[in-house]
């Protein structure tokens, strides 16, 4: 029974990562056989309809092949980000190094409450503040 649990699992995860790569090839507008030319070493459309319909066990030498064809990183197709995030991170990416270590500092400061201002805010870790029960007072 434990095995048939895990193997269900595995499948559903390949499932995901297969629509995932599905989804990242079609934004590209790029066909299954396009994407499997540019895989190095390259690959036909047919193992490329397998991995996307999850009939495959990836490995992660086929994630690392197929994340460069795409051109985006590794973890786009293992774990996709919140559309905030990614649109963040995708800004990241563009910047030179200079900007990317002042977006850095300003996030590091930004999580600690310093505003610039010489006031300073709750931390972003913080716990929101809680109402007192009825309206009681401290």
Request: hydrophobic share 35%; charged share 30%.
């Given at each position: 029974m434990?095995?048939?649990?895990r193997?269900?699992?595995?499948?559903?995860?390949?499932?995901?990562?297969?629509?995932?790569?599905?989804a990242?090839r079609?934004?590209?507008?790029?066909?299954?056989?396009?994407?499997?030319?540019?895989?190095?070493?390259?690959?036909?459309?047919?193992?490329?309809?397998?991995?996307?319909?999850?009939?495959?066990?990836?490995?992660?030498?086929?994630?690392?092949?197929?994340?460069?064809?795409l051109d985006?990183?590794?973890?786009?197709?293992?774990?996709?980000?919140p559309?905030?995030?990614?649109?963040?991170?995708?800004?990241y990416?563009?910047?030179?190094?200079?900007?990317?270590?002042?977006v850095?500092?300003?996030?590091?400061?930004?999580?600690?409450?310093?505003?610039g201002?010489?006031?300073?805010?709750?931390?972003?870790?913080?716990?929101p503040?809680?109402?007192?029960?009825?309206?009681?007072?401290?």
């Amino acid at each position: 029974m434990v095995k048939t649990r895990r193997r269900s699992t595995n499948r559903d995860r390949e499932r995901r990562i297969g629509a995932r790569i599905a989804a990242l090839r079609l934004e590209q507008n790029l066909s299954m056989d396009r994407l499997g030319e540019r895989c190095h070493p390259p690959a036909s459309g047919s193992q490329i309809n397998k991995i996307e319909k999850g009939l495959t066990q990836l490995t992660m030498d086929w994630i690392y092949r197929i994340a460069d064809a795409l051109d985006v990183h590794y973890l786009d197709i293992l774990e996709p980000l919140p559309p905030q995030e990614a649109k963040l991170l995708q800004f990241y990416r563009g910047m030179s190094e200079e900007k990317a270590t002042a977006v850095i500092q300003v996030a590091e400061a930004m999580a600690k409450g310093d505003t610039g201002d010489g006031a300073t805010r709750p931390a972003a870790t913080d716990e929101p503040r809680r109402a007192r029960p009825f309206g009681g007072r401290r």
